[in-house]
C-alpha cells in the first residue's frame, strides 16, 4: 500500500510539474488498489445517501455517521485493520441507547431512522467481504427510501435517483471480481439495468392499488410543519410570514379574482381569553344547514393542490355553497363556513370547488351564536372598554349600527398613525389596549384582534377569520400561487339584514397588503443579494421555473391516487374500475413482459456470438457426413480430424477452419468475419 502510495505521488509530482494538478490528483485516484478503490466509492455513495439526513438526525447521530465514515475511509486508505468486534458492539450499543434517551422508544419515522442511520454507519466498519457489502447495499437502498419520509420533492428525488444508480453500480462491481474493471464500466452496466427496470417501474407505479396506509407517509412526518392553527396567539401568524414555503396552488378556470376577493378561509376563532383566540367547541358545529349561506352573481371554478398541513381544512375562496371535489374524503360545513374533511390532509391532494364572491351569510340571526361573539374576558383591556364606552356615550352613535360603527372603528385605524410591521415588540398583558394607545403597530393578528375586541365593546358580535389572503401567479406555469407568507387574520362582524360581513382593519393601515398583495419580508440573505447584483429578475425567474417544476412532479407523481388510476382503466375501457380491475391488468402486463423477456432471451441466444454459431454450422455439417464431433472441439482439432478421415479433399475446409481460429483472436474479429461465412457458402465439402 506504501508503495502504491509512494507511485502516486512521484505521479502526482510529474503532472504537477507540467501544471495539471487535476490529472496528478486522478492518476493518484487511479492507483489505489481496487478494495480501496471500490470501498472509498460506496463510503461516498452512503455519504451522498446520508448527507439530506444530517440536517434532521439528532447531533449526535450525525456526527456518529460522520465520524465512522470518515474513519472507515481512513483505514482503507491506510490500508490499516478494521477495528475489533467489541468496539463495534459497545458503539452500536451506545447508539441503541442514545436512540432511546433522544426519543424514549426505538419506533416512529424519526427513532426509527436515526437507528437505520447509526446502524449503516457502523455496518461500515464490518466491510470485509462481499456478504457484508451486499448487507450494506440493502441498508443502503432503504436508507435511501427513507429520505421520502420527510420529503418527497423533486429536489429530493433526483438525489436519491442519483443515490440509486451510485449503489447499483456499487453492486455491479462487487458483481465484478476478477481484475479491476473501471467504475464508468460498472457505472454503464447499472445505468442500462436502470433503463431496462424503468418500464416495469412505470407499470407498478400506475396500476400497483394504493393500500392506505402502506402507499403513503407515516402520520408523524408532519411534525414540524408550519402552518395555521386552530388557535391564535397574538403573533403568531407574524411567525409565519417568514415562511416562504408554499401552501397551495390554484387554477382558475377563468380570470384571476380581484386582490380584495383572494380571501381562502381558514379555522374562525371565537372564544377570546384574553391572549390566544379559539375555534368554537365542535358541539356549535352540529347545527350546519345550507340554507343559511345565499350566493348571488358570478361563480368562480378553480382547482386547488393542497399541501399536507395534518390539518383536516379544505381551504376555499368565500363562499363555497357545494362540497369541494376532494375523492377520498368527506367533507362537511361547519356554521362558519369553514369545510372540514373527516381525516387530517396527509398527502398532497388536489380538489376542485366553486366559489361565490357575493354572498350573505346568517341573516337570520343566530342567538346562541350572536351571544357568543359578544363575549369579552373579564378584566382585560380596560381602555379598549373605556374607549367603547365613550364612543357610545356620544348620541350620534348611541344606537349606531354594525356598519357605521365598523366605518368610525376603521377611520381610527387610518389616520391614527397606526404602522403595520413583522417586529411590533412583545406585547404583554392587554393586548387590544396595546395596541390601541402604546404601540400603534402590529401585524395582521394584532390589528384583526385589537379591532374584534373593540367591536364587542361596542356591541357589535364579531369574530376572527384565518386563513390566507392573495397569492402570487407563477410566469412559467400560470397557477396562482399561495404560500405560508400569505397566512392572514381578518374579521367578521354580524349586521341586521347582512348577516356575517368580512372586514379586513389590516386594509385599513395598509392598504397595498390587501390592493396590490403586497408582502412584508424579512431582509434578503448573501445568496440572495449576489444573485440579485448579477440581475434583479434572476432568483425570481429561476424560483418560478423550479416551483413550476415540482409542480408538475406533484401533480404527476405525488398526486397520483386511487382515483386517477380508476381513471386510466375508465379509458382503457372498465366501465366500473375496482382493485381488482388494477391488479388483473398488473398480472397481464407482468405475463405478457415476461414472455416478451423469454422471447428476447431467445432470440439474443440465438444471436450470441457469431463466431461460435459459424462454427457449429461446421460441425453439424460435418457430423452429417459421418465425421463424430466433441460439441467443445475447437477448429484446429476439427480440421486435424477432417484431413485424417477425408485425406486431401478435406484440405479447403482445414485451410478455412485455421483461419476461423486465427480470426477469432484478432482485434477486429466482427469486422472479419463476413469474408468466412460467404467463402463457406461456396466451400467445397470432402465426401
Not at 121 to 149: C, P, Q, S, Y
Not at 499 to 511: F, H, I, K, N
Amino acid at each position: 500500500m506504501l508503495s502504491l502510495r509512494r507511485e502516486a505521488g512521484a505521479a502526482v509530482g510529474g503532472n504537477h510539474a507540467g501544471g495539471n494538478h487535476a490529472g496528478g490528483l486522478s492518476a493518484r485516484l487511479r492507483a489505489l488498489p481496487r478494495d480501496t478503490r471500490d470501498t472509498l466509492f460506496l463510503l461516498a455513495v452512503i455519504g451522498w445517501i446520508l448527507l439530506p439526513q444530517l440536517g434532521r438526525l439528532p447531533p449526535w447521530c450525525s456526527a456518529l455517521a460522520v465520524g465512522v465514515l470518515a474513519w472507515r475511509g481512513w483505514l482503507s486508505l491506510r490500508a490499516r485493520p478494521l477495528p475489533q468486534g467489541r468496539w463495534i458492539l459497545v458503539l452500536l450499543v451506545v447508539t441503541i441507547a442514545a436512540t432511546w434517551l433522544n426519543y424514549s422508544t426505538l419506533l416512529g419515522r424519526d427513532a426509527g431512522v436515526t437507528l437505520i442511520v447509526g446502524l449503516l454507519a457502523l455496518k461500515t466498519l464490518e466491510l470485509r467481504a462481499r456478504r457484508d457489502a451486499f448487507v450494506i447495499f440493502f441498508l443502503g437502498f432503504f436508507t435511501m427510501l427513507t429520505n421520502f419520509f420527510f420529503s418527497q420533492s423533486l429536489l429530493v428525488a433526483a438525489a436519491m435517483l442519483i443515490g440509486l444508480l451510485g449503489l447499483l453500480t456499487a453492486l455491479v462491481n462487487a458483481h465484478m471480481p476478477v481484475g479491476r474493471p473501471p467504475l464508468v464500466h460498472a457505472a454503464r452496466t447499472a445505468g442500462w439495468m436502470a433503463l431496462l427496470g424503468a418500464p416495469v417501474m412505470a407499470a407498478l407505479f400506475m396500476l400497483f392499488p394504493r393500500l392506505a396506509p402502506l402507499w403513503g407517509i407515516p402520520d408523524d412526518a408532519m411534525s414540524g410543519r408550519s402552518g395555521l392553527s386552530s388557535t391564535m396567539e397574538v403573533g403568531a401568524i407574524a411567525s409565519l410570514a417568514l415562511d416562504d414555503s408554499i401552501a397551495m396552488r390554484i387554477r382558475f378556470d377563468g380570470p384571476v379574482p380581484a386582490p380584495f376577493e383572494l380571501y381562502f378561509r381558514g379555522p374562525v376563532l371565537s372564544q377570546f381569553d384574553g391572549r390566544e383566540w379559539r375555534a368554537a367547541p365542535r358541539r356549535f358545529d352540529v347545527d350546519a344547514t345550507f340554507d343559511r349561506l345565499q350566493v348571488a352573481g358570478r361563480a368562480v371554478h378553480y382547482q386547488v393542490t393542497l399541501q399536507p398541513d395534518n390539518r383536516p381544512w379544505v381551504f376555499v375562496l368565500d363562499a363555497a355553497d357545494r362540497a369541494p371535489q376532494l375523492p377520498g374524503y368527506e367533507l362537511t360545513r361547519g356554521p362558519a363556513l369553514l369545510w372540514r374533511a373527516n381525516r387530517p390532509i396527509t398527502d398532497i391532494v388536489r380538489y376542485r370547488a366553486t366559489s361565490h364572491p357575493d354572498f350573505r351569510y346568517d341573516v337570520v340571526p343566530d342567538a346562541l351564536t350572536l351571544q357568543r361573539d359578544l363575549e369579552l374576558p373579564a378584566g382585560y383591556d380596560p381602555r379598549t372598554l373605556a374607549l367603547a364606552a365613550q364612543i357610545r356615550s356620544e348620541p350620534r352613535y348611541a344606537d349606531a349600527d354594525a356598519l357605521t360603527l365598523v366605518n368610525l372603528v376603521l377611520a381610527r385605524l387610518r389616520g391614527g398613525g397606526y404602522r403595520y410591521t413583522l417586529e411590533p415588540g412583545t406585547y404583554g398583558r392587554n393586548t387590544a389596549d396595546e395596541f390601541w394607545f402604546d404601540r400603534k403597530q402590529g401585524f395582521c393578528e394584532h390589528i384583526a384582534s385589537a379591532f374584534v375586541v373593540l367591536m364587542r365593546a361596542l356591541g357589535v358580535p364579531a369574530r376572527i377569520v384565518t386563513g390566507y389572503q392573495g397569492g402570487s401567479q407563477n410566469p412559467v406555469d400560470g397557477d396562482w400561487v399561495v404560500r405560508q407568507s400569505d397566512a392572514h387574520a381578518w374579521a367578521e362582524v354580524w349586521s341586521p339584514g347582512r348577516g356575517w360581513v368580512r372586514v379586513d382593519p389590516t386594509a385599513a393601515v395598509a392598504p397595498s397588503r390587501i390592493g396590490a398583495l403586497a408582502r412584508l419580508a424579512p431582509p434578503a440573505g448573501v445568496f440572495a443579494s449576489v444573485i440579485d447584483g448579477v440581475s434583479p429578475t434572476l432568483a425570481h425567474d429561476l424560483r418560478a421555473f423550479w416551483e413550476a417544476m415540482n409542480n408538475r412532479w406533484n401533480q404527476w407523481v405525488l398526486n397520483y391516487t386511487q382515483s386517477r388510476q380508476f381513471d386510466l382503466l375508465r379509458s382503457l375501457g372498465f366501465d366500473a374500475p375496482s382493485r381488482e380491475d388494477l391488479g388483473r391488468l398488473l398480472i397481464a402486463l407482468v405475463v405478457a413482459a415476461s414472455l416478451l423477456a423469454a422471447a428476447w432471451s431467445w432470440w439474443d441466444q440465438r444471436q450470441h456470438d457469431p463466431w461460435l454459431r459459424l462454427l457449429e454450422r461446421v460441425r453439424a455439417r460435418l457430423r452429417a457426413l459421418g465425421l463424430p464431433l466433441a460439441a467443445s472441439a475447437p477448429p484446429r482439432a476439427i480440421a486435424a480430424a477432417a484431413r485424417q478421415r477425408f485425406g486431401d479433399a478435406a484440405a479447403p475446409l482445414a485451410d478455412w477452419l485455421l483461419r476461423l481460429e486465427a480470426l477469432r483472436y484478432a482485434a477486429t474479429e466482427r469486422g472479419r468475419l463476413a469474408p468466412l461465412q460467404r467463402e463457406l457458402e461456396r466451400l467445397k465439402w470432402p465426401r
